[in-house]
């Protein structure tokens, strides 16, 4: 029961009146004269107690009646009790909590689960409830079947337990994708509706509606009309402002100009940063500097609502993990950024021919070794080897992971098994196949039996067609401005033909303007390994595609499909995946303290737990049996910076979310929302107590007290009263 006026209820103290009269000694007001008492018999005086009650029903009556009106006064009505209209059946409602990285803000967390306690507390055994948390993934913790017939109360010990079991992960450092929260809601409501409908259906959304939430998949969804969303705001007590720090890519000249930087070995590599200042921002003072290094900190000024894009200061040492942060704002969760070490994978690559000179311009191997240089990503080597050396020393191939072949007429017979099992092994095996070379080599190098190769007839040149844009390694010339491979002239090449039932696999990359292949791919085994083969040589008496601008590119293409990407490698936040070395063994992933290195299961690509930023290594043993280390660093996603609030009835409803007006907003300075929940709250508790008007039962209540009460000290006043009229008669 509550009372819409309780300090009425001080009025109860007013029984004190009644109970101290009842106590107070009355002296006797008759009195009789006797003339003489010597006819009357001595009897002692009989004592009582000053304190002593004699009427105690009247004293209980007198009372009782105080009180009732006492809570009359206060206006009682029962909050359990529904209101007129209010669905008997009961009704259907999500709750759903904000569990992404914008919430580990102060006492955003623990206030959001006070919210939840307190939803989930005034739901009742008819209401169908479930429990979800979100960020870039939707979770169910209590479906409705894990909340069926349960009490508010129980409901809150589940949440309770749930946080309990989750303290040390949530919230995490996801981004936060509230569309597609939303949508998956949305969902569950339909799928209950399937079983049967319920008039009130609600999705109670508990966030801090930070302005870089995800919305955008709302726009391919249907919204039902009948599910209602209820916003309840978290915001902080106190927020100063944010400034965010985030890693932005170098345009393509400043790109360009590193590469050439990098060949000759004049600097490091450039990082540059975006720096945001918050539009309610208090701060504009910043520091950059890299952690431990103070000497190279940066001083800055940025305005609110500014954004600045600036180069970082140079670091001492590249061969070591890197943490960059930003001082100055008020909220510390967003101020590093991790950059990890250099550490460009070694490639080596071995060329097999018949001359193996880098210094003859007439040799594929003198355009191969100057198209190869060191990156970010990948550091080439590259050797030559002749068909006589390699015949006495066939180990080297387990020593490379990419072998690029010259074949002709001197090709050892052993030769393309050996390189067929080099493929097979998950190794990448580029073939040019050359004048001279016999079928035969071929056969054994592709498994193709009936496979025909012959020199074709050229009139003056040939050109290629019918580029294959969609393959991995030409999907990079697509652009209307670099697709035109018409100016690469071949002089000379050659003819291959097979039945399309023993392709085994084959894909034309590229064909020759009379339609017969130019380049080919070939998958081998189940490691990933690939064959490709060239119809036509790279040198100029052969074609012009080793002097052509597209070379080096193409070269670099085919290298990454071997897992040696030459582009730098991608920014990672949280949440994306990590790629794990799929020629490797003895995979794990030691992810940053206090986590547990994690062992990579069998045929694992790619490592998805990055539940945090930080440095992530990924170790492994290769097929020589040494020990291979690589860094990852996992930032947090930039959205997740932009903290202004938005307003949720504007936001969703955009996209045809219907949202209760009266959205909740928890933060302390909030003070008109708050008053406008409250008025609201006032606004209910009063329309209960008119509907239940248990008042006037309390009156009639205390008027029959009152009736019983006036009757009974009637009979006693009448029954003192009549011994003193019998004697004075």
């Known amino acids: 029961m509550s009372f819409l006026f309780p300090l009425y209820l001080l009025g109860a103290a007013a029984i004190a009146i009644p109970i101290l009269l009842h106590l107070r000694r009355r002296p006797p007001k008759d009195h009789q004269t006797f003339s003489s008492l010597m006819f009357l018999e001595k009897s002692p005086e009989r004592l009582t107690r000053r304190t002593r009650v004699e009427r105690w029903l009247l004293l209980a009556l007198r009372c009782l009646a105080l009180i009732l009106l006492a809570i009359m006064f206060g206006r009682p009505f029962l909050r359990s009790a529904q209101m007129p209209g209010e669905d008997q059946e009961g009704r259907r409602l ?6 992404s990285a914008s919430m580990r803000r102060s006492d955003l967390w623990e206030r959001a689960m006070g919210e939840a306690e307190e939803v989930l507390a005034d739901t009742g055994v008819n ?9 870039d993934r939707f979770e169910v913790v209590r479906s409705f079947e894990g909340f069926e017939n349960v009490t508010g109360s129980a409901r809150v010990v589940a949440l309770n337990d749930w946080a309990k079991e989750g303290e040390e992960t949530l919230p995490g450092w996801r981004s936060t994708h509230l569309g597609a929260a939303l949508t998956g ?5 339909a799928d209950a509706n399937t079983q049967h409908e319920m008039e009130e259906q609600e999705i109670v959304v508990i966030s801090d509606f930070q302005e870089g939430a995800e919305r955008d998949s709302l726009n391919r969804f249907a919204w039902p009309e009948v599910v209602k969303v209820r916003p309840i705001v978290i915001t ?8 965010a720090l985030h890693l932005v890519a170098a345009s393509e000249d400043e790109q360009e100009m590193e590469r050439e930087e990098n060949r000759t070995g004049l600097r490091p590599p450039r990082r540059r940063v975006r720096i945001t200042n918050g539009r309610e921002s208090e701060t504009e003072q910043f520091s950059l500097t890299w952690l431990g290094e103070e000497k190279n900190r940066i001083e800055g000024f940025l305005p609110a609502g500014a954004s600045r894009v600036m180069a970082v200061p140079p670091r001492a040492e590249e061969t070591r993990d890197g943490i960059l942060e930003i001082q100055g704002d008020g909220q510390d969760f967003d101020n590093r950024v991790y950059v990890a070490r250099a550490q460009p994978r070694p490639v080596r690559l071995l060329y097999v021919g018949a001359e193996a000179s880098a210094e003859d311009v007439g040799s594929p ?19 030559g080897i002749t068909f006589e050396e390699i015949a006495v020393h066939p180990e080297v191939l387990s020593e490379i992971e990419v072998a690029v072949v010259r074949l002709n007429d001197q090709t050892p017979e052993v030769l393309p098994e050996a390189l067929k099992k080099f493929a097979a092994s998950g190794k990448l095996v580029l073939a040019i196949i050359t004048e001279g070379t016999e079928a035969k080599t071929l056969k054994k190098l592709t498994g193709i039996e009936s496979l025909e190769l012959g020199e074709a007839k050229v009139d003056d040149y040939a ?26 002239h071949t002089w000379r090449h050659r003819s291959l033909s097979f039945p399309e039932s023993e392709e085994n696999g084959a894909r034309v990359l590229a064909r020759f303007d009379d339609g017969s292949p130019a380049w080919m791919e070939w998958p081998e085994g189940d490691r990933g390994g690939k064959l490709f083969l060239f119809l036509s040589g790279w040198e100029p008496r052969e074609s012009q595609l080793a002097l052509s601008s597209k070379f080096v590119p193409l070269v670099y293409g085919l290298l990454g499909q071997a897992g040696f990407s030459a582009v730098a490698e991608p920014t990672r936040y949280v949440g994306d995946g990590i ?14 303290e206090p986590g547990e290195a994690v062992s990579a299961g069998k045929g694992e690509t790619e490592f998805v737990a990055t539940e945090r930023p ?4 990924v170790e492994s043993v290769d097929a020589l049996g040494r020990s291979q280390s690589r860094v990852y660093a996992i930032n947090l996603p930039p959205d997740e910076s932009r903290l202004e609030p938005v307003d949720p009835v504007v936001a969703l409803g955009e996209f045809g979310v219907p949202v209760v007006t009266a959205s909740r907003n928890t933060s302390a300075d909030a003070g008109e929302a708050l008053l406008t929940e409250s008025q609201r709250r006032r606004v209910e508790a009063e329309e209960k107590e008119r509907n239940q008007k248990l008042w006037k039962w309390l009156l009639v209540a205390v008027l029959a007290i009152l009736v019983v009460e006036t009757w009974l000290a009637g009979r006693r006043r009448i029954s003192s009263s009549a011994p003193a009229s019998a004697e004075a008669a």
């Open 94 to 99: 999500v709750v759903m909590i904000d569990g």
């Open 127 to 135: 209401d169908e409830v479930a429990l979800v948390w979100f960020d």
């Open 185 to 189: 809601a949305a969902d569950l409501m």
């Open 236 to 243: 902080p007590k106190t927020d100063a402002g944010n400034l």
């Open 365 to 383: 191997l003198f355009y191969l070794s100057r198209a190869m240089h060191r990156t970010p990503a990948i550091d080439p080597s590259v050797t």
């Open 463 to 488: 050109m290629l067609a019918e580029i294959d844009f969609d393959h991995p390694v030409l999907a990079p010339f697509a652009q209307a401005q670099i697709r035109d491979f018409t100016k690469i």
């Open 579 to 592: 790629p794990l070395p799929g020629n490797e063994t003895e995979i794990r992933v030691v992810p940053p």
């Open 614 to 617: 930080g440095f992530y290594r």
